[in-house]
């Protein structure tokens, strides 16, 4: 142990030794009340970041567009299918005028028996037709009134064999009768296909764009709950790099002053100091 002298005590500056030892104390002290802070900042960073995930996102921006994009598609299902059910009536009246166009030429007494396997093929073609109480898009075919009238007219048909040119004419007139009856049903047909591909179409496009128009808005949105989850992270690390910056800046200023403080005067009289001075 060094003895303590006159010299040593008058080189020893208490002040700055006090204030050395209160900034030693003081670091410890702010690094626990800085993690505490630091815990509190997170935690409240973290809830609002909750909060706003747990928002819908889309409320009142996309709940119009998305109860269009609904009925479109729910539509667009039912129109397809009606379509093609037009389009397989087309295809099938198409196939019955043929097969009866070969009967007509087949009335004669040497191709009775040709004649009937036409006339058969016609008939079981016209069992293929679809029928439906009412036109869904476009004009009623009358499908559900001429199907049953068509088969009627053609099974009443008697060629007697074609034994006379009276046979001949008659079976041809019937032929003809049913023909112009399936035209006429051809005819609003095509209409209510092509409506029906223009409706597809149409409603494709308006989903299309629907949904554009949703995708935009939801893109939108997640860019600005982004924008504002990172400025909330800002937030945060702004108020911990001020505190941690202002109890830096206290130190360093501390510093400064522990560093020319002096102590150099001389022990009053009576002090137990000038037992050492």
Not at 169 to 179: G, H, P
Not at 201 to 216: G, M, P, V
């Amino acid at each position: 142990m060094l003895p303590l002298t006159s010299t040593s005590v008058s080189n020893f500056n208490f002040a700055q030794s006090f204030a050395r030892l209160s900034q030693a104390a003081a670091r410890p002290a702010f690094e626990l009340q800085f993690a505490a802070a630091q815990n509190a900042v997170l935690d409240r960073l973290d809830r609002q970041i909750s909060e706003l995930q747990e928002d819908d996102l889309f409320l009142g921006q996309t709940a119009g567009l998305r109860i269009q994009a609904s009925r479109l598609e729910n539509r667009l299902p039912e129109v397809e299918s009606y379509r093609e059910s037009v389009t397989n009536n087309r295809t099938t009246v198409l196939d019955i005028m043929e097969s009866l166009a070969d009967a007509r030429v087949l009335a004669d007494p040497a191709s009775v028996t040709e004649f009937d396997a036409a006339l058969g093929k016609a008939l079981s073609q016209i069992e293929k037709l679809q029928t439906t109480p009412f036109s869904l898009i476009g004009i009623s075919d009358n499908l559900l009134a001429t199907k049953p009238q068509v088969e009627a007219d053609l099974g009443a048909i008697t060629t007697n064999d074609f034994a006379t040119p009276a046979d001949i004419t008659a079976v041809q007139a019937a032929i003809d009768a049913v023909s112009d009856t399936l035209a006429a049903t051809l005819t609003v047909l095509q209409i209510n296909d092509d409506m029906a591909f223009d409706q597809v179409k149409a409603l494709k496009r308006q989903l299309e764009e629907a949904n554009r128009r949703i995708d935009t808005l939801e893109v939108a949105e997640r860019q600005k709950r982004l924008d504002e989850v990172n400025e909330l992270r800002e937030q945060a690390s702004r108020t911990l790099t001020v505190i941690s910056l202002g109890f830096e800046g206290g130190q360093a200023a501390s510093s400064f002053l522990t560093e020319n403080l002096s102590f150099d005067r001389k022990p009053p009289p009576g002090s137990v100091l000038n037992l050492f001075v």
